[in-house]
């Protein structure tokens, strides 16, 4: 009575017959294509906003650490006689820029002599460490603490100085110089610690003469430095302000010097 063929075991079931659809596949794949496509235009907007943010911020404030040391023989001893002999220096204290990218980029520092460099710092900071070991050696006092007691000492020296240059630009509104560029001129002081500590090495009271030299030629260093980056970033200028603080710089560095020149075990003295 009923029509069951397809349950019969052994007789083929019929193919079921689907309706078409003539504007199913059209529908979706467009729809799909949309909402691909402008997803992947959101999001790379999005992303590139972000990546283009994220650059700007970073280069603003830290800026690319290969650009410190591209340094050669010329630069190095130029820059010692800007460091160690800042008043001796003829020329402008500005930096030179260049177009790069739609935007103007500082040189680096072996096409322009007042561009702040790293590889001076940190030979300046080792020499340091061997200097006053040395020295300690000298006394009988030299023994591996004795050596890290120095290092770590002098890190902190190069860390206060650094705090000093940042708050000062920071308390007169200029306070976006690159990081870097502000740990490169903090680092400079170890040069004429270098100075003094191996006068007193091969001189004995020569120290007392070269010490407060080297304390005043890295004052004017660093304020006629502190100067360009001022006049570069600060929005306002207040004068009697700027000169006021950019002395506290300069005197800063007398007991900074001496208290960084005591070779010592001693955190103190």
């Given at each position: 009575m009923y029509n069951n063929v397809g349950a019969q075991p052994g007789v083929p079931r019929p193919p079921a017959i689907s309706q078409p659809n003539p504007f199913g596949d059209t529908f979706y794949g467009a729809g799909s294509g949309l909402i691909r496509g402008g997803l992947g235009a959101y999001g790379e907007k999005i992303l590139g906003s972000s990546s283009e943010y994220?650059?700007?911020?970073?280069?603003?404030?830290?800026?690319?650490?290969?650009?410190?040391?591209?340094?050669?023989?010329?630069?190095?001893?130029?820059?010692?006689?800007?460091?160690?002999?800042?008043?001796?220096?003829?020329?402008?204290?500005?930096?030179?820029?260049?177009?790069v990218g739609g935007r103007l980029s500082y040189k680096p520092p072996i096409y322009d002599i007042n561009a702040p460099d790293l590889y001076i710092p940190f030979m300046a900071f080792g020499t340091y460490v061997v200097l006053a070991g040395f020295s300690l050696g000298l006394q009988g006092k030299f023994s591996?603490?004795?050596?890290?007691?120095?290092?770590?000492?002098?890190?902190?020296?190069?860390?206060?100085?650094?705090?000093?240059?940042?708050?000062?630009?920071?308390?007169?509104?200029?306070?976006?110089?690159?990081?870097?560029?502000?740990?490169?001129?903090?680092?400079?002081?170890f040069t004429g610690l270098c100075v003094a500590?191996?006068?007193?090495?091969?001189?004995?009271?020569?120290?007392?003469?070269?010490?407060?030299?080297?304390?005043?030629?890295?004052?004017?260093?660093?304020?006629?430095?502190?100067?360009?980056?001022?006049?570069?970033?600060?929005?306002?200028?207040?004068?009697?302000?700027?000169?006021?603080?950019?002395?506290?710089?300069?005197?800063?560095?007398?007991?900074?010097?001496?208290?960084?020149?005591i070779t010592s075990v001693n955190w103190f003295i």
């Open positions: 994220v650059q700007s911020n970073i280069s603003r404030y830290f800026s690319d650490p290969q650009y410190y040391f591209q340094v050669n023989d010329q630069y190095v001893r130029n820059k010692l006689k800007v460091v160690l002999f800042p008043f001796l220096h003829r020329g402008h204290w500005t930096r030179i820029t260049e177009p591996p603490e004795a050596l890290n007691w120095l290092f770590i000492k002098g890190l902190l020296g190069w860390f206060l100085q650094v705090s000093l240059l940042k708050l000062t630009l920071l308390s007169l509104g200029s306070g976006e110089a690159p990081l870097l560029d502000i740990v490169a001129y903090g680092g400079y002081c500590i191996l006068g007193r090495i091969l001189f004995g009271y020569s120290y007392y003469f070269l010490m407060p030299w080297t304390c005043l030629c890295m004052g004017i260093f660093l304020v006629k430095t502190m100067k360009r980056v001022l006049f570069a970033e600060v929005r306002s200028y207040d004068s009697s302000r700027h000169h006021y603080l950019l002395l506290f710089i300069a005197l800063a560095q007398f007991p900074l010097f001496t208290w960084l020149g």
